[in-house]
């Protein structure tokens, strides 16, 4: 694995500078001695001289001498200087074109392993994948090699989580989750990593993990690998056990970890701390564990990404923990007593007698006649309602109104979930553009994954079309009810459909009937009544702000009928 012989110095790639990196170039310059960081800086050097002799060239050692304030390509100012190693150095920039903040790493046009890593950061820019920080440039002028980065402030380093402390199991479960998906993409294309250490992999605020250098992570330290999909597997194994066990899984410390104890070889996750969930602790094994000779336990080792996602997702999904609600205060029983509520008094209270006075005499005559008066009264009334009682039931009705038993309100019948048989990406300008590779993801049952279309640098699809989305046929016309939607960001949409009588997709959006609009990050969209059609158009009509521009990421998408 490229991590047992390779420094934990890494290429910064987001708002704060690599943890070890950072504080050796801070050694350097104070005269603090860190013994660790500056025995693993001297390792990787070792093992960079060691491949270029190799190779038979010879590098150049000196980072080019830039400041900050520095423009590239009249567009790319320098901020700050975060790595220098090795004749290449890394900074924190500024896109002023877009206003936007960037990361660069800057190297000699005659450095030997520039060649090498221009060709990874193109080959790492056309892959598209939103599950990596993106390469936007990679340029070679004035004796300057230059690439340039997303920079994701929200996002949070692995090596900063697991400072605080292990993993909850659901949090681990979706970090093996999407990186060895993730990877596993990338393979699939011919692009390794071959330097997944802690520090190159991002949490975003969402719970989204995102692997930043691929390819050019290696490429700038001449690092290769015989069996790279193996030694990616490795390193998402090793990622595993650190996230449960908070400890490097080799005898060596490294990236703020501590290894574990020498001479007792790799110990499963769950024999090193109490608690550690047991389907997650053999994933961990399976990966680290790949070459055979040590197999884990019953299950075979996992030699790629690809087996390792798919060992991954044949497990019992993990369950995020349940919420915790505070214990409620116990119940005070309250008394009433003459003169308070809510407490009982000290001291009875002392009343003063009350003095009443004796009601008027009253003459009997009058007492008599009261009760007279109120008996003819009685009399008089019960007299008259017996009369009126009488005169009523002597009447026959005119008409008979018939008796109609109430009725039983029918329940609406529940309504039933409706595959989709395929789907296509929509575009008006018809350029097909629109990530048709991903459109499997937005209704594969996984939430985690995504559809997402392209980045656009400016608000309303920058100003090229109305909208995009995704057409989606269900077999047959079929009635619908409501359609359920899942984005990451706020996202305004509209549900269209096809004529019902339509035996292919409509051309154009306005070829299709408007039925409902919403927006948010969970949206349903409910027609008027229900509508026949086989058809589905999900039209997106405005994007949240995403990897540094404007896209849309459709999670989930459930039809109802």
Same mark, same amino acid.
């Given at each position: 694995?490229?991590?047992r012989?390779?420094? +934990? !110095?890494? $290429?910064?790639?987001?708002?704060? =500078?690599? *943890?070890?990196t950072?504080?050796?170039?801070? &050694? %350097?310059?104070?005269?603090?001695?860190?013994?660790?960081?500056?025995?693993?800086?001297?390792?990787?050097?070792?093992?960079?001289?060691?491949?270029?002799?190799?190779?038979?060239?010879?590098?150049?050692?000196?980072?080019?001498?830039?400041h900050?304030?520095?423009?590239?390509?009249?567009?790319?100012r320098?901020?700050?200087?975060v790595?220098?190693?090795?004749?290449?150095s890394?900074?924190?920039?500024?896109?002023?074109?877009l206003?936007? +903040? !960037?990361? $660069?790493?800057?190297?000699?046009a =005659?450095? *030997?392993?520039?060649?090498?890593?221009?060709a &990874? %950061?193109r080959?790492?820019?056309?892959l598209?994948?939103p599950?990596?920080?993106?390469?936007?440039?990679?340029?070679e002028?004035n004796?300057?090699?230059?690439?340039?980065?997303?920079?994701?402030?929200d996002?949070?380093e692995?090596?900063a989580?697991l400072?605080?402390?292990?993993?909850?199991?659901?949090?681990?479960?979706?970090?093996?989750?999407?990186?060895?998906?993730?990877?596993a993409?990338?393979?699939?294309?011919?692009?390794?990593?071959?330097?997944?250490?802690?520090s190159?992999?991002?949490?975003?605020?969402t719970?989204?993990?995102?692997?930043?250098?691929?390819?050019?992570?290696?490429?700038?330290?001449?690092?290769?690998?015989?069996?790279?999909?193996?030694?990616?597997?490795?390193?998402?194994?090793?990622l595993?056990?650190a996230?449960?066990?908070?400890?490097?899984?080799?005898?060596?410390?490294?990236?703020g970890?501590?290894?574990?104890?020498?001479?007792?070889?790799?110990?499963?996750?769950?024999?090193?701390?109490?608690?550690?969930h047991?389907?997650l602790?053999?994933?961990?094994m399976?990966?680290?564990?790949?070459?055979?000779?040590?197999?884990?336990?019953?299950?075979?080792?996992?030699t790629?990404?690809?087996?390792?996602?798919?060992?991954?997702?044949?497990?019992?999904?993990?369950?995020?923990?349940?919420?915790?609600?505070p214990?409620?205060?116990?119940?005070?029983?309250?008394?009433?007593?003459?003169?308070?509520?809510?407490?009982?008094?000290?001291?009875?209270?002392v009343?003063?007698?009350?003095?009443?006075?004796?009601?008027?005499?009253q003459?009997?005559?009058?007492?008599?006649?009261?009760?007279?008066?109120?008996?003819?009264?009685?009399?008089?009334?019960?007299?008259g309602?017996?009369?009126?009682?009488?005169?009523?039931?002597?009447?026959?009705?005119?008409?008979?109104?018939?008796?109609?038993?109430?009725?039983?309100?029918?329940k609406?019948?529940?309504?039933?979930?409706?595959p989709?048989?395929?789907a296509q990406?929509f575009?008006?300008?018809?350029n097909?553009s629109?990530?048709?590779?991903?459109?499997?993801?937005?209704?594969?049952?996984?939430?985690?994954?995504?559809?997402?279309?392209?980045n656009?640098?400016?608000?309303?699809?920058?100003?090229l079309?109305?909208?995009?989305?995704?057409?989606?046929?269900l077999?047959?016309?079929?009635?619908?009810?409501?359609?359920?939607?899942?984005?990451?960001?706020?996202?305004?949409?509209?549900?269209?459909?096809?004529?019902?009588?339509a035996?292919?997709?409509?051309?154009?959006?306005?070829?299709?009937?408007?039925?409902?609009?919403?927006?948010?990050?969970?949206?349903?969209?409910?027609?008027?009544?229900?509508?026949?059609?086989?058809?589905v158009?999900?039209?997106?009509?405005?994007?949240?702000?995403?990897?540094?521009?404007?896209?849309?990421?459709?999670?989930?998408?459930?039809?109802?009928?």
């Amino acid at each position: 694995m490229a991590e047992r012989s390779t420094a +934990a !110095v890494d $290429v910064a790639d987001n708002s704060g =500078d690599d *943890p070890l990196t950072a504080k050796a170039d801070k &050694a %350097a310059t104070d005269g603090v001695a860190e013994t660790q960081k500056t025995a693993e800086m001297t390792a990787e050097a070792t093992e960079n001289k060691a491949v270029e002799r190799q190779s038979g060239e010879q590098p150049s050692m000196t980072a080019p001498e830039l400041h900050s304030g520095h423009k590239l390509a009249r567009r790319y100012r320098l901020e700050e200087c975060v790595t220098r190693l090795d004749g290449f150095s890394s900074w924190r920039a500024v896109d002023e074109k877009l206003r936007r +903040a !960037v990361g $660069v790493h800057l190297l000699p046009a =005659d450095h *030997p392993r520039a060649r090498s890593v221009l060709a &990874a %950061a193109r080959s790492a820019a056309l892959l598209g994948d939103p599950r990596f920080v993106q390469v936007l440039d990679a340029v070679e002028e004035n004796d300057l090699v230059y690439v340039v980065h997303e920079w994701l402030p929200d996002s949070t380093e692995l090596t900063a989580l697991l400072a605080t402390g292990p993993m909850e199991a659901h949090d681990a479960y979706q970090l093996v989750s999407q990186v060895s998906q993730a990877m596993a993409a990338a393979h699939r294309e011919g692009l390794a990593h071959l330097r997944l250490t802690p520090s190159a992999v991002l949490r975003s605020s969402t719970g989204q993990y995102r692997i930043r250098g691929l390819a050019v992570n290696a490429a700038l330290r001449g690092i290769t690998a015989e069996r790279p999909q193996r030694t990616d597997t490795e390193a998402i194994g090793a990622l595993l056990y650190a996230a449960l066990t908070q400890r490097w899984p080799y005898d060596s410390d490294a990236y703020g970890l501590s290894g574990l104890p020498k001479g007792v070889g790799l110990l499963p996750p769950d024999q090193v701390r109490a608690g550690v969930h047991r389907g997650l602790s053999e994933i961990a094994m399976r990966a680290l564990a790949n070459d055979g000779a040590t197999a884990s336990r019953q299950e075979p080792p996992c030699t790629t990404p690809d087996e390792l996602a798919k060992a991954v997702a044949a497990m019992p999904r993990v369950k995020p923990p349940e919420p915790e609600f505070p214990t409620p205060p116990d119940y005070q029983r309250t008394t009433y007593q003459q003169g308070t509520y809510g407490r009982p008094q000290a001291h009875p209270a002392v009343t003063q007698p009350v003095m009443v006075p004796p009601a008027p005499l009253q003459s009997r005559t009058g007492t008599a006649l009261k009760w007279a008066v109120s008996a003819l009264l009685i009399a008089a009334l019960g007299l008259g309602s017996w009369q009126i009682a009488d005169r009523l039931l002597d009447q026959e009705p005119t008409t008979k109104t018939p008796v109609t038993s109430p009725t039983v309100d029918e329940k609406p019948k529940p309504l039933k979930p409706i595959p989709i048989v395929s789907a296509q990406d929509f575009d008006p300008l018809g350029n097909g553009s629109e990530k048709p590779h991903a459109i499997d993801l937005a209704y594969d049952g996984d939430p985690s994954t995504f559809w997402y279309t392209e980045n656009y640098r400016g608000v309303g699809f920058a100003n090229l079309k109305s909208g995009v989305g995704l057409i989606l046929d269900l077999g047959t016309a079929q009635e619908i009810s409501s359609v359920d939607l899942s984005f990451v960001g706020h996202t305004s949409v509209e549900l269209r459909t096809a004529p019902a009588d339509a035996s292919s997709a409509p051309s154009t959006p306005d070829a299709f009937t408007t039925q409902a609009d919403g927006s948010g990050s969970n949206v349903t969209l409910k027609p008027t009544k229900p509508v026949t059609t086989r058809y589905v158009l999900v039209w997106l009509t405005e994007l949240p702000s995403n990897d540094g521009g404007y896209r849309g990421k459709l999670t989930e998408i459930k039809i109802l009928g």
